[in-house]
């Protein structure tokens, strides 16, 4: 079982909705990832913490995308509004630092209808 | 800008073959190149990682190369087992990332038959 937590592991919801997805990284890593990986790609990063801050996310679509790790711990990802091509696998990473390798969460699988 | 290619995209072989997954990448100036292992609707688990500086990591049945200059790696499987069925992605760090950034690979889809 994977050791990054993610909540939930499916999400559909109608095209203009909000959603929001959750991840809990393994304790002590200050480094956090959001993926998203549309079937048959490899994952995309979008947004990159190191601890409380974000040192990448410039392929995050910040018109609609929104993310934050407050205490620099667990952190959200948003989407208002979402669109139909945001339906993707969005997956959550952490590790040490940026130079240890990544432990991966199970993912959340969005479906927009 | 970095690109990741694997090929082939899906690869299926009978049990007790070898398998070997190509990786190519554009810029040789890497720290370092991950395989990861995904099963359907799951995420990734890293397989093995090779640093800039070394040729080969092994761990098992699995042994992957690296050829820098060349902008390749492969993961050679051993003796394959149904259970190896799964998409193995690659992903290289950019040696002049200072966050970690990965670029992943599309991934090659394999199925290993009975």
């Known amino acids: 079982e994977a050791e990054v937590a993610q909540s939930p592991r499916y999400k559909i919801t109608e095209k203009s909705q909000a959603v929001a997805f959750w991840c809990d990284p393994i304790?002590?890593?200050?480094?956090l990832y959001w993926y998203r990986q549309i079937l048959g790609q490899g994952p995309e990063l979008l947004v990159q913490f190191q601890d409380e801050s974000v040192v990448d996310d410039s392929q995050l679509p910040k018109d609609r995308f929104s993310a934050e790790r407050l205490k620099g711990v667990d952190s959200t990802l948003k989407i208002q509004p979402a669109e139909l091509g945001d339906s993707a696998m969005y997956l959550c990473a952490s590790s040490l630092s940026g130079e240890q390798p990544q432990h991966f969460g199970d993912g959340t699988r969005l479906s927009i209808l | 800008k970095q690109e990741v290619t694997q090929i082939p995209a899906a690869l299926s072989v009978p049990e007790g073959e070898n398998l070997v997954l190509n990786c190519s990448f554009t810029?040789?100036?890497?720290?370092?190149l991950q395989w990861f292992r995904q099963d359907p609707g799951k995420g990734l688990t890293s397989l093995l990682l090779?640093?800039?500086?070394?040729r080969e990591q092994t761990s098992g049945r699995l042994n992957a190369s690296l050829d820098k200059s060349s902008g390749r790696s492969t993961l050679y499987i051993a003796a394959s087992q149904p259970g190896d069925s799964a998409t193995y992605l690659c992903?290289?760090?950019?040696?002049?990332?200072?966050?970690?950034?990965?670029?992943f690979g599309a991934g090659t889809q394999v199925v290993v038959t009975p």
């Open positions: 304790s002590g890593h200050a480094t």
């Open positions: 090779i640093q800039s500086s070394q």
């Open positions: 992903a290289v760090r950019s040696a002049t990332d200072s966050w970690g950034k990965l670029q």
């Open positions: 810029d040789s100036a890497i720290y370092n």
